[in-house]
């Protein structure tokens, strides 16, 4: 498997055991509901949780940690489990994910980046957009969890590149997962059950992009113009997208699931990669 990292910064992970190349994946999060809710995308989260091989770690990019002008990494032995929502039931906000940190891992993932300097963080914690998820895909919590900030303050093409410095983590156990939403407009809400012609118009273009291995024209996407400012008023939910894009390799064969759009303008179009 190529890798963007040099010989010199790959002893950065010499410790580290050897594993077979795992899959990469981008998750479309949506409602922190989804959590605590028995419905098609959570029941196919847990399905993903017994297709992949037992990660020795699970690094999260989450939609929900954005640090403008910096990159960290969680490195505490316990993360918190982090509720960064309002206005939802008692029920959701009593729900505990115990996951150990991976303190290890963390430090040899600051080593390996060479874009940018990236620094510990001991106080953050697992928030929704990695905790939601891997409730359903790990729910004994027994595998290890940590995230990477985002540093908002960059463009796009900045985060694709830091995120190919990631790849040689998926020969060292690391399931490195995505969270965000391919279309993710708040303000557009609506119930009636119709989507957005514009919603459509962009989660198809991305996946037509994806599946055409265009890594280039998805990272373009403000390209699109007003569908891209529709799709996307903040960038928070697609910048995940790109990290998990930026470990493909030409060997991946990706597959879609939860391919649909809910409350009109939130795409829960999500992707699984692995070696052929």
Same mark, same amino acid.
């Given at each position: ?8 910064? /790959?002893? @950065? ?20 509901? *989804? ?8 029941? *196919?989260?847990?399905?993903? %949780? ?22 960290? &990494? ?17 029920? $959701? ?26 620094? @510990? ?10 905790? =939601?998820? /891997? ?13 990477? =900030? ?24 690391? $399931? &490195? ?8 407009? /708040? ?29 280039? %024209? ?28 930026? $470990? ?9 699931? *939860?391919?649909?759009? &809910?409350?009109?303008?939130? =795409? ?9």
């Amino acid at each position: 498997m190529k890798t963007n990292a040099s010989p010199e910064h /790959l002893k @950065a992970l010499k410790e580290l055991p050897d594993t077979d190349t795992m899959p990469f994946m981008f998750v479309g999060h949506g409602s922190p509901m *989804n959590a605590i809710t028995d419905n098609e995308f959570s029941r *196919n989260w847990a399905a993903m %949780g017994q297709r992949v091989p037992r990660p020795n770690a699970v690094l999260c990019v989450s939609a929900h940690w954005l640090t403008p002008g910096s990159t960290q &990494v969680t490195a505490m032995d316990m993360p918190r489990t982090i509720h960064d929502f309002g206005g939802f039931p008692r029920k $959701l906000f009593e729900v505990q994910y115990p996951a150990p940190g991976a303190p290890d891992y963390a430090r040899k993932t600051i080593e390996l980046i060479r874009k940018a300097e990236v620094v @510990a963080d001991y106080e953050w914690g697992l928030d929704h957009g990695t905790w =939601s998820v /891997l409730v359903k895909m790990f729910p004994d919590a027994g595998v290890p969890v940590y995230q990477l =900030s985002i540093d908002y303050a960059r463009e796009p093409r900045y985060h694709y590149e830091l995120a190919r410095e990631l790849s040689a983590l998926r020969n060292k156990g690391v $399931l &490195v997962v995505g969270s965000g939403n391919v279309v993710h407009n /708040l303000m557009a809400l609506k119930m009636d059950g119709t989507r957005y012609d514009w919603a459509v118009e962009f989660d198809e273009t991305m996946k037509a992009l994806i599946d055409g291995g265009d890594d280039r %024209g998805v990272v373009d996407f403000l390209g699109m113009g007003t569908v891209a400012r529709l799709a996307h008023p903040t960038h928070d939910h697609f910048l995940p997208l790109i990290y998990a894009l930026g $470990l493909r390799t030409d060997r991946d064969r990706v597959e879609h699931f *939860n391919d649909d759009i &809910v409350a009109g303008s939130i =795409s829960m179009r999500s992707i699984i990669a692995r070696p052929e």
